[in-house]
């Protein structure tokens, strides 16, 4: 009997077949887009998902500035932060965000949806922001894939 075939296989980042996707967050609503992506990153869309390890692929954002919120958001939700100040609580609403910088608002959604430890911290290394529809990755030949498609 042999005893080989039926081990199961779990990739790590040597095996793990890492490609370019462009999303294009023009018209798309900014959690909808980020659970995506973020399972992109993730590598949940692929059939050698491992949890523990860097298997998904790298996703660049275009368009970041056209990102819709639904509701009251813009103007009721909050980014906080601390300066490590007394005092030093600092609040941003999503309309000021977005007029400050576009990629933070696109950034900070798909952070919360990643994992909260190393692995999460190395997962947010393969996403590119970028605002308008350029961006700087065409030497990796990316694929633009359509989130509408997926589940």
Known sequence: MNTLSYKTISANKATAD?????????????????????????????????????????VIIINAEKIVLTGKKWDQKIYRRHTGYPGGQRDLTATQMIEKDPRRLVQKAVKGMLPKNKLGAALLKNLYVYVGGEHTQEAQKPTLINLNDLI
């Open 18 to 58: 890492k490609q370019f996707v462009v999303v294009d967050a023009d018209g798309q609503t900014l959690g909808r887009m980020a659970s995506k992506v973020a399972k992109i990153i993730r590598g949940k869309y692929k059939a050698n998902f491992t949890p523990h390890a860097d298997t998904g692929d790298n």
